[in-house]
């Protein structure tokens, strides 16, 4: 069985999370093979807060070279957390 920790990878600090902050949404990179249930179970645990929907999508791999030889990076989920009001997740700002 996996654990929370194992489900969620780390938060993600990009553009377009910082802009979804003031709408209570933050960005996680997360395991592949877990599901919706599993993700908002994981981020109630981790950081004592109430999780009121979860969006996922997986993000396909690119090709990238590296001098003659090609390949791909590897295919990855991200969820989007929404949070109830109220509740924030702290971020340090570094």
Partial sequence: MKTSYDILKHILRTEKGGQM????????????????IQIKQAVE?????????VNTLK?????R???YQAGM???WKKAI??????????????
């Fill in 65 to 67: 070279r590296v001098r």
């Fill in 81 to 94: 957390v929404t949070l109830k009001q109220g509740d924030k997740i702290d971020i340090a700002t570094t």
């Fill in 45 to 53: 645990e981790i950081y004592n807060v109430t999780v009121t929907k």
């Fill in 73 to 75: 990076t590897p295919e």
């Fill in 59 to 63: 993000v396909p791999g690119k090709w």
């Fill in 21 to 36: 902050l003031p709408d209570n949404k933050y960005l996680f990179h997360v395991a592949t093979d877990a599901n919706k």
